[in-house]
């Protein structure tokens, strides 16, 4: 059943001299499965599939048809939900197997979680899931697993020589601004004293976390967006990025675009940085939790413009109101004629891309149904 929910059967086989990222975004989250030669499989950020009594974590189910025994590393981008969903299987199916998790920089998320839990307020599922996760990273520190904290120009890998080629993996954010930005808007949601009501924390405030990395593999390169967005001042976002005189070179033959296609993530100045030495393949992981998905045809298209190929994850399907409720009920009820119903698909869907350490070529790429091929 698995393998007919998740198409894996369509994969080409890994190539174990070549550098292979897997994305899945089944619409609601996305995770990476990157494999390197000579230094083995990692993964960044987590996602879950559920539909009818069915839940798969497909980076989990994928590895695991690889019969991979341990991991390299886990990255957590930022606090975001649709990024950390189902970390803890990852975690506890590789415990005392793991060398490396490194997780977004920002404190006081802890400390305002731990308040939460004292006033017994801790009862929101992304925040106990939160919780739960930071309790496996520990779980997985004492078994040996080294814990890294990341923020701009932080190395999540060493660069170091792992058989013929030479890896680095570098975090390009969060700044030190952004940081500081996040942590002071998360106080001000802390009451002041009992009986004061809990602040908001906008959801787009955990963007400011957001770990953008860059990886390069021999002449292999690859630029993973997270939720990145465009920044607030030169300080920070993918403006801070690209004004960082300590920045790697950010040119790329493969691109997870940022923060699921959306207008605030997309920065032209990135984008020529990123194609400046050849057209990259282009990957995004949409986003179904809005009347108006992302990705949107219009943002699509500029990314296009910079892009060899460009590929989603999932496509977003509606349904008439009359398939949900029934045509006697939907002709009776004022304006729900005007709703839009995100209907899952049966199958997750995934991009596969291999790169040659030694020239940075492709030599293949899979778009496994529903994930599909933009076409301008």
């Known amino acids: ?217 021999g002449d292999a390169c690859l630029m993973l967006g997270s939720d990145l967005e465009i920044g607030e001042n030169e300080n920070m976002g993918w403006r801070g990025v690209l004004l960082n005189p300590d920045s790697p070179g950010l040119a790329a033959q493969f691109v997870k675009v940022p923060h699921h296609g959306s207008r605030n993530a997309f920065y032209e100045r990135a984008w020529r940085a990123f194609s400046r030495n050849t057209f990259p393949i282009s990957v995004i992981t949409p986003y179904d939790r809005m009347f108006d998905p992302l990705p949107r045809a219009e943002v699509v298209e500029k990314i296009s413009k910079f892009s060899n190929t460009t590929a989603i994850t999932a496509k977003t399907k509606t349904a008439r109101p009359e398939k949900i409720y029934g045509e006697r009920i939907v002709r009776n009820l004022y304006g729900i004629k005007e709703w839009k119903y995100v209907v899952k698909p049966d199958q997750i869907g995934c991009v596969r891309v291999s790169l040659s350490p030694i020239s940075g070529a492709v030599s293949c790429m899979d778009i496994v149904n529903p994930a599909y091929r933009w076409l301008m």
């Not at 199916?93 to 490396?100: D, K, V, W």
């Not at 570098?170 to 952004?178: G, T």
């Not at 959801?203 to 990886?215: P, T």
């Open 1 to 217: 059943m698995t393998k007919g929910k998740i198409g894996f059967s369509k994969l080409s086989k890994i190539e174990e001299d070549a550098v292979n990222v897997i994305v899945f975004g089944p619409g609601f989250g996305e995770s990476i499965v990157l494999y390197v030669p000579d230094l083995g499989w990692g993964v960044i950020d987590s996602c879950t599939y559920k539909k009818s009594n069915l839940s798969l974590n497909p980076a989990l189910e994928f590895l695991k048809t690889q019969h991979v025994s341990n991991l390299a590393f886990i990255v957590l981008t930022h606090p975001h939900r649709d990024h950390f969903q189902g970390l803890s299987l990852i975690i506890d199916h590789f415990l005392g197997r793991i060398q490396r998790i490194c997780y977004y920089s920002g404190e006081g998320i802890r400390e305002y979680r731990l308040f939460l839990a004292k006033k017994h307020l801790l009862s929101e599922p992304g925040l106990v899931e939160l919780a739960s996760i930071f309790k496996k990273f520990e779980q997985a520190k004492k078994a040996g697993a080294h814990i890294l904290k990341i923020s701009e120009r932080t190395e999540i890998l060493r660069r170091a020589r792992y058989g013929s080629n030479e890896v680095e993996m570098i975090a390009l954010s969060p700044s030190a601004e952004s940081i500081t930005r996040y942590v002071q808007r998360l106080h001000k949601a802390i009451p002041r004293k009992d009986g004061d009501f809990t602040g908001e924390l906008e959801d787009a405030d955990h963007n400011l976390l957001s770990s953008a990395i860059f990886c390069r593999v």
